[in-house]
T-cell receptor, first 113, second 112 residues
């Protein structure tokens, strides 16, 4: 089975802090994604990566950056956390040859105070 | 703005009922339409998907209907069970491009 793990299930940070969310997949997938999930807004893509060191902006990249130094690991960085970044963050991965099937991690509930 | 519009936001049915979730899109370049199911505390998981060359696809009690001319597609859950209570997301993508555009989600509650 594909396994996508996220470093924390719950995280509480203060405004202005730098926040790192880590995602690891164990199926040698080329593509990795970061979404945020908010009630009534569904899943919105923040960034995705199609290869090591390659990234592309999604629909809501402002206030976020990403890093992919190894194929299995994709990090989401909040340079200076703000209260409007309180949300559920979901990581996903997919094979290059099957772009349609994304496998999701369990999510990180981030609260910014 | 969302490229895939999903309705309703929530619905409640009795066991055995048929919840129906509708989605609409504008981008005619979309050629793959998956549905994802999410249980509380879990990430979404692929449930069923359809390509526009077919008008209907069934997998168990889940059926997708697709209307290419209207640019609409829907999910029906036949003989719904309390275990089907979850949030359902429709999505769309172009096969040549890895990203999915998701709808806003529908929370389905099936009462025993």
């Amino acid at each position: 089975d594909v396994k996508v793990t996220q470093s924390s299930r719950y995280l509480v940070k203060r405004t202005g802090e730098k926040v790192f969310l880590e995602c690891v997949q164990d199926m040698d997938h080329e593509n990795m994604f970061w979404y945020r999930q908010d009630p009534g807004l569904g899943l919105r893509l923040i960034y995705f990566s199609y290869d090591v060191k390659m990234k592309e902006k999604g629909d809501i990249p402002e206030g976020y950056s990403v890093s992919r130094e190894k194929k299995e690991r994709f990090s989401l960085i909040l340079e200076s956390a703000s209260t409007n970044q309180t949300s559920m963050y979901l990581c996903a991965s997919s094979l290059a040859g099957r772009k349609d099937t994304q496998y999701f991690g369990p999510g990180t509930r981030l609260t910014v105070l | 703005q969302q490229q895939v519009k999903q309705s309703p936001q929530s619905l409640i049915v009795q066991k055995g009922g048929i919840p129906i979730i509708n989605c609409a899109y504008e981008n005619t370049a979309f050629d793959y339409f998956p549905w994802y199911q999410q249980f509380p505390g879990k990430g979404p998981a692929l449930l069923i998907a359809i390509r526009p060359d077919v008008s209907e696809k069934k997998e168990g009690r889940f059926t997708i209907s697709f209307n290419k001319s209207a640019k609409q597609f829907s999910l029906h859950i036949m003989d719904s069970q309390p275990g089907d209570s979850a949030t359902y997301f429709c999505a769309a993508s172009m096969l040549s491009y890895p990203r999915l555009s998701f709808g806003a989600g529908t929370t389905v509650t099936v009462r025993a």
